[in-house]
Structures are given as C-alpha cells and as structure tokens.
C-alpha cells in the first residue's frame, strides 16, 4: 500500500480507483483533516509568501494581488496576503467557493478583468491554463506571476514566449522578464513552478511534522491491516486525524477542555 499527499495526486488516484486500476490500496492523506487545513491552509499560505518576497524584495501591502482558485491552499495565500496589507481579488470557477470567498472580504471577479487589476498573481488551482494570453495582454507594466498549487501549466509559459518581442531574461535570480509590443515587462517566478519551493524553503517545519505524521501513521495503518483492505482509496481514519492534532497541542505547550461525562449524556441526548 501507499499513502498520498497532495490534492493532485489524490485527483489522479481517484480517477484510477474509479477505473478499477488501483494495484494496491492506498489512503488519502491529503483529504485528512488536519492535512489541508494546516499543509494547504497556513503552510502553503505562508510558504508561498516567503518565497515571492525573497526573491522580489517588492512590499505586498498595497499591491493588488490576484489570488487564481479558492481551494484550501488558495484560502491560506489570501488570508496571508490579506494579513500582509494587500488588496486582494479572488478568481474562481466554482460559486460556493467564489461566494466564500465574498464573504471572507475579498473581491470576487473573472481572471479577464482581474487581470487589468493585478500586481501580483498567485495561482493555486491545481488545473492548467489559468493564466493565458488574453489574459497578458491587458496585465499592468511590471507584473508579477507565479504558481503555488500544481506543476508549471498554471500559467502559460508558451503564450508569455509567443508575445515577448525580445528574448526572456532573467532580471533577478528566479525572475524572467517578458517584454510585450507595447513595451509592458511582465515577470515570471520559478519558472512558473511550485513558488514556495521554487523560490523559498517549502513548509515551515511546524507544518511538516504534522504533514510527516500523517504518512506515518497511514503507513502503520496498512501494515496493521495488511491483507484486510482492497485495492481501494481510502481517507486517514478519523480518530489518527484527532491523535496527531493532540500530540501537536502538546508539543505546542498548549492544552484544550475534556467533556464531563455528564456533559457527553447531554450532547448525546435526543
């Protein structure tokens, strides 16, 4: 058996458990709880800043910044961004996650007209093809791009080619610069692959200790259930989910309530 990690990955093994290819069960890490809400929230969010200010040295507050996608790791670079002092608009093909996003305090608008707005753009979808050539051509003087949830086919590397009228170069380490007809630079970070690992040092360690505890404890499942699961795609058990996030409550030096039993017969009441 195995375990998985990443939204992506798990997309692409769900396809192959719907197609009765699976070889060997293998468990969802990353559809645990504690997996997206801390990886994906606060360690792709945080993550992700770090590596587009180390290698810009540019302030994030009061630029616009366009976040692509309002998934788990799309929340965490808009509540960073947010919390760093920028304006920040939403781009999204999904209404519940658009509508959250709206009420989370952000702008919510297509990537066509965010696209006119931007400074600086974080894609975070997981698709390709986010951020393409109608999209370049209205962007502002001087605009930043980069991605933070898939391989390099969220923004469109080819399309930047096609409409730079002189050779890419490389303006600062990790920064290539395209020049358009008109004469607007349009900057790429990384490469246009993962920013935060890219550019940066990836998760802070407090997010990869909870990330690596996981994969751990997914491997010890299998071993103990070796022979008793199908060649299936399963999700972390919950009460491994809750063990991992009190171990880390103590780590921290942190502590939460235990109900009374009085208070469990109430709760379980009808």
């Not at 990836?202 to 071993?223: C, R, T, V, W």
Request: charged letters at 20%; a negative charge.
């Amino acid at each position: 058996g195995g375990s998985e990690e990443t939204t992506t990955g798990v997309h692409r093994l769900k396809a192959l458990a719907a197609a009765g290819h699976l070889a060997f069960p293998m468990i969802a890490v990353n559809d645990a709880y504690c997996k997206y809400l801390f990886d994906n929230r606060y360690g792709t969010g945080q993550s992700s800043w770090d590596g587009i200010m180390r290698t810009t040295n540019m302030s994030v507050a009061g630029r616009t910044v366009v976040v692509a996608g309002y998934g788990w790791c799309g929340k965490g670079v808009a509540m960073r961004a947010k919390g760093l002092g920028a304006n920040v608009i939403v781009t999204e093909v999904d209404p519940i996650k658009g509508i959250e996003a709206v009420f989370d305090g952000f702008r919510v608008m297509p990537m066509q007209e965010a696209a006119k707005y931007g400074d600086i753009f974080v894609t975070v979808t997981g698709c390709k093809d986010v951020i393409t050539k109608p999209h370049m051509e209205v962007m502002k003087n001087g605009a930043v791009m980069c991605n933070a949830g898939h391989f390099d086919v969220e923004i469109n590397k080819h399309h930047l080619e096609e409409l730079s009228v002189v050779a890419p170069y490389e303006v600062r380490k990790n920064i290539m610069t395209y020049t358009m007809a008109d004469g607007r630079k349009l900057n790429l970070l990384g490469e246009g692959r993962l920013v935060n690992l890219a550019c940066g040092d990836g998760h802070p360690i407090e997010i990869m200790d909870l990330s690596f505890a996981m994969q751990f404890l997914a491997m010890k499942y299998l071993l103990d259930h070796k022979g008793a699961m199908e060649n299936k795609l399963y999700v972390l058990p919950e009460e491994l989910n809750t063990e991992i996030a009190a171990l880390k409550l103590q780590a921290m030096g942190a502590g939460i309530d235990t109900l009374s039993e009085e208070q469990k017969a109430y709760l379980a009441a009808e």
